[in-house]
Nanobody, 115 residues
């Protein structure tokens, strides 16, 4: 069973920053596209940011200019740097690894933006 291990969530005030990390097994990391999704209460899970195995990135419009996704292939880790956080960013954030139809998910980490 492939495990993606997330860390870095928490409570932060509006305007603050957090960095999420997701560690993946070395056997899959280098060849897989990686992404961060989020799901707020009562809403569907949405893709926040993605990064291909080759390093190309994409973002949902609502986080462009505020969030940055990156990957460290030596550490088998993908990061999501979140700046200028807003209350509407509050959600459970999930790490995803996929290769064609094969997908793996992390357990999720809560991010709460509140004064």
């Amino acid at each position: 069973q492939v495990q993606l291990v997330e860390s870095g969530g928490g409570l932060v005030q509006p305007g603050g920053s957090l960095r999420l990390s997701c560690a993946a097994p070395r056997t899959i990391f280098s060849g897989y596209d990686m992404g961060w999704y989020r799901q707020a209460p009562g809403k569907q899970r949405e893709l926040v940011a993605g990064i291909t195995a080759g390093g190309s990135t994409n973002y949902v419009d609502s986080v462009k200019g505020r969030f940055t996704i990156s990957r460290d292939n030596a550490q088998n880790t993908v990061y999501l740097q979140m700046n200028s956080l807003k209350p509407e960013d509050t959600a459970v954030y999930y790490c995803n690894a996929h290769w064609f139809s094969i997908q793996y998910w992390g357990q999720g980490t809560q991010v709460t933006v509140s004064a």
